[in-house]
Nanobody, 118 residues
Framework: QVQLVESGGGLVQAGGSLRLSCAAS????????MGWFRQAPGKEREFVAA????????YSTDSLKGRFTISRDNAKNTVALQMNSLNPEDTAVYYC???????????WGQGTQVTVLS
């Protein structure tokens, strides 16, 4: 099982951009579908985007398409989330996760906090 560490969060003004990164340990990273999730205060954790093993296919929540882009670098064992045109509703802790079967891992990292100021 890969271990994941998220980074890149911070404070940003509405309309700004951030690029989150997730570093994975282990030799089997390229065999995992990777995803980003987020949890806003008082809300359930929700799916943001996912990317296939080789990076050729991506999936994202309809409401975020056009603003958020997921990518991965299997040579560096990293997955990134480029977030543009941020608004206060994007404020949340962002997590990455991986899966090889049908279910996402039950183990979550610390996440990285994103706060968008109006």
């Amino acid at each position: 099982q890969v271990q994941l560490v998220e980074s890149g969060g911070g404070l940003v003004q509405a309309g700004g951009s951030l690029r989150l990164s997730c570093a994975a340990s282990g030799r089997t990273f390229s065999s995992y579908i990777m995803g980003w999730f987020r949890q806003a205060p008082g809300k359930e954790r929700e799916f943001v985007a996912a990317i296939s093993w080789g990076g050729g296919s991506t999936y994202s929540t309809d409401s975020l398409k056009g603003r958020f882009t997921i990518s991965r670098d299997n040579a560096k064992n990293t997955v990134a989330l480029q977030m543009n045109s941020l608004n206060p509703e994007d404020t949340a802790v962002y997590y990455c996760n991986g899966k090889r079967g049908a279910l996402w891992s039950e183990t979550w990292g610390q996440g990285t906090q994103v706060t968008v100021l109006s």
